[in-house]
């Protein structure tokens, strides 16, 4: 199947600075997201992003789908950014379903 | 955009029981999915659940001990059976519009 992997592993940050987490796949994707888990465990959804550029406030992401690689930039950096971030894969193919292949994500820490 | 809930939220249980978790989504979904995050890990695919068809188990996961249920098309079930230890996982429910997860559930086995 489809490896995704994430790096850096772990992240720590002053409150403020600027980061760039990097997702690495093995094959072509249909869909391609980034998530963010809260320390209570919920996934919430960044982006949704295949190919192309998208921003969202401090959150921008890029995906380079001939290369096979997405990046999630974090500008200014805020306490509340703390958590997991996820990246997750999928391949829509016939007879296969909508399931996602999760990256191994990035532990974010960001010091007050 | 689905709003997806779960029940329990979290629970302990013994060694050896079973604990069943529900999601419920607020509109009609062909597929739902099931994954499993063990401590520290990521998320891993346990089955895909489809109305009116068996679940669909990914590699390392069997019904047996993962019976899921699909009774209706916002519904669905995961039981863990005869749990041990090593069960103790958050339990997430999503739907075929896979930007949308459920809370969780934070299951600890004793």
């Known amino acids: 199947g489809i490896q995704v992997e994430q790096s850096p592993p772990d992240l720590i940050l002053q409150e403020g600075a600027n980061s760039t987490l990097r997702c690495n796949f093995s094959?072509?994707?249909?869909?391609l997201q980034w998530f963010h888990q809260n320390p209570w465990g919920q996934l919430i959804n960044l982006f949704y992003i295949p190919s192309g550029t998208k921003q969202n406030g401090r959150l921008s992401a890029t995906t380079v789908a001939t290369e096979r690689y997405s990046l999630l930039y974090i500008s200014s950096s805020q306490t509340t950014d703390s958590g997991v971030y996820f990246c997750?894969?999928?391949?829509?193919?016939?007879?296969?379903?909508?399931?996602?292949?999760f990256g191994s994500g990035t532990q974010l820490t960001v010091l007050p | 955009s689905a709003v997806i809930s779960q029940k329990p939220s979290r629970d302990i249980c013994q060694r050896g029981t079973s604990l069943t978790i529900q999601c419920q989504v607020d509109?009609?979904?062909?597929?739902m999915f099931w994954y499993r995050q063990q401590p520290g890990q990521s998320l891993t695919l346990i089955a895909t659940?489809?109305?009116?068809?068996?679940?669909?188990?990914e590699s390392g996961f069997v019904i047996d001990k993962f019976p899921i249920s699909r009774p209706n098309l916002t519904f669905s079930t995961l039981t863990v059976s005869n749990m041990s230890p090593e069960d103790s996982s958050i339990y997430l429910c999503s739907t075929e519009d896979t930007q949308y997860f459920g809370p969780g559930t934070r299951l600890t086995v004793l």
């Open positions: 659940a489809n109305q009116g068809s068996e679940a669909t188990y």
């Open positions: 094959d072509s994707v249909n869909n």
């Open positions: 997750a894969v999928g391949q829509i193919s016939s007879g296969s379903a909508r399931q996602l292949t």
């Open positions: 509109s009609q979904v062909t597929m």
